[in-house]
């Protein structure tokens, strides 16, 4: 059996979870609401106060979707107590980060500044000049978005100039050497 899909998911107060046809699963908790579609094989049941996800057979298939069913149940139960946020941080002389509504501008060393609109769901808060914290309730859109800020300017391994997450170690590369 599957280690992850076996473990229960404990549903704290102020949380409902309300499990549809189709496995289509709405988790609505303090923060918000999220809904999923999950694979039909799977056999979600509710038993007092936790979800318990079963699988028909033994199939990789089915053992694939096991842990990953319940993950996914998992994540939107966090998401609505507690929510998700992403530390993102922008190194480099001269780069930074501005919000100003809904709009995050991004100075990194090109011709012109970056705009990037916040998807719906998913917010950006800017610490400083240098520090952006993408926060939500979807852990998929929250690393998604991050994803994207990042992808704007990666952190290169000489210099360390980017944008980095805050827990990412970028290995850095010893420079050029001069000629004797």
């Known amino acids: 059996m599957s280690r992850i899909g076996r473990m229960p998911i404990a549903i704290p107060a102020g949380v409902t979870v309300e499990i549809a046809e189709n496995n289509k699963v ?8 999220l809904e999923r579609v999950l694979p039909s094989e799977m056999e979600i049941k ?12 033994d199939l990789k298939k089915m053992k694939s979707l096991h842990g990953l069913t319940r993950t996914l149940i998992h994540n939107m139960v966090v998401g609505v107590t ?5 530390k993102l941080e922008v190194n480099g002389v001269g780069y930074r980060a501005a919000k100003s ?8 060393g090109y011709s012109h500044p970056v705009e990037m609109e916040d998807p719906e769901g998913v917010e950006t808060v800017v610490e400083g000049q240098n520090v952006i914290i993408v926060k939500g309730i979807d852990k998929e859109k929250v690393g998604q978005f991050a994803a994207e800020i990042r992808d704007k300017r990666r952190p290169e391994p000489y210099k360390g100039k980017g944008i980095k997450y805050a827990d990412e170690t970028i290995r850095r590369k010893v ?3 001069g000629k004797k």
Request: charged letters at 30%.
């Open 82 to 86: 507690d929510g998700y946020e992403k």
């Open 46 to 57: 509710m038993e007092g106060n936790e979800v318990q996800v079963a699988r028909p057979n």
């Open 175 to 177: 420079g050029k050497t």
């Open 26 to 33: 709405t988790v609505k908790g303090p923060k918000g609401t």
């Open 101 to 108: 509504g809904k709009k995050l501008t991004l100075s990194l």
